[in-house]
């Protein structure tokens, strides 16, 4: 007498079950081909040649990391991990590896931008060129202004309304008119930008160069109150020498002309490239609709 059939269990229902046996006859095939084809590489890219630039290139790697010249050992042990990395690299990219990938896509374009944004990359510049570009940025490299002045202080501690409206009313007779102690110097003389901005703060220096000499002028806002002053001097912004400035201004001018470059390779990529968009695409999947 045979015994009844055991009842399957839920483990042995699923592995019984005919989709988990395609899925698993597909992984088997997928298995082999994936190593059938990575056992036959093409001829043209079986070769793998680690020649003079390759070595130097590899040198160079080693001597930003440890500070001198490998070996011949060990440039040899850096030879052999390259090429077993572009061996790696080149099954990777022969199985389709680098499709799709958005940090490879991302990793190129930065690579791209580095190599068009580079300034190692420019042509270095003529003197007369440098000279040029200081005097189109003069002031980026002048002396700081000085300035003598007289001032008539309304203090916040009355309110800043209150201060404002008297600064407002002093200026229509300022030789006359009285304002309150100030806690500081009430006449600076021959005072930089910085140190005005230290003793009076950024609002108050900021608004000198917009006063006009010799005459009241305001009210100008600080951090005590309001002020009317009067500029009895102003030392312009000195000249740069080109001799004492030359090394800035040629950094300063690689930099623009670096990302000058790198405006122009992005105008001349959109003129080679035609792009579409489905504007009715954009609006259907930005909304949610099907």
Do not use: C
Not at 131 to 136: A, K, P
Request: without cysteine; positive net charge.
């Amino acid at each position: 007498m045979t015994e009844p059939p055991v009842p399957l269990t839920g483990l042995r229902r699923i592995w019984t079950h005919p989709v988990v046996h395609f899925l698993l006859i597909g992984a088997v095939l997928f298995g082999l081909n994936a190593w059938h084809g990575a056992g036959r590489v093409p001829a043209d890219e079986a070769a793998i040649t680690v020649d003079r630039p390759r070595l130097e290139a590899l040198a160079g790697i080693w001597r930003a990391q440890f500070g001198r010249r490998p070996t011949e050992a060990e440039l040899t042990t850096v030879a052999r991990a390259w090429t077993l990395e572009e061996m790696r690299v080149r099954e990777a990219r022969r199985l389709g590896l680098d499709q799709d990938d958005s940090v490879i896509r991302r990793r190129l374009a930065q690579k791209y931008d580095f190599l068009i944004n580079n300034p190692a990359s420019l042509a270095p510049p003529s003197d007369a060129t440098l000279r040029t570009y200081l005097s189109e940025h003069a002031d980026r490299y002048a002396g700081p202004s000085r300035y003598s002045f007289v001032q008539l202080y309304f203090s916040a501690d009355r309110g800043r309304d209150k201060a404002l409206a008297a600064a407002q009313a002093a200026l229509a007779h300022p030789a006359t008119a009285k304002g309150d102690a100030f806690p500081g110097n009430p006449v600076e003389r021959n005072a930089t930008e910085q140190e005005i901005r230290q003793d009076f703060g950024s609002n108050f220096a900021e608004a000198l160069p917009r006063l006009r000499p010799g005459v009241w002028d305001g009210p100008v806002g600080s951090g005590f109150g309001f002020h009317l002053v009067k500029i009895t001097a102003r030392r312009a912004l000195a000249p740069p020498d080109f001799a004492a400035v030359r090394g800035q201004v040629l950094a300063d001018w690689m930099v623009d002309a670096a990302q000058a470059a790198a405006v122009r390779a992005s105008a001349d990529l959109e003129k080679r490239y035609h792009v579409s968009l489905d504007a009715k695409a954009v609006a259907a999947v930005a909304g949610g609709h099907p």
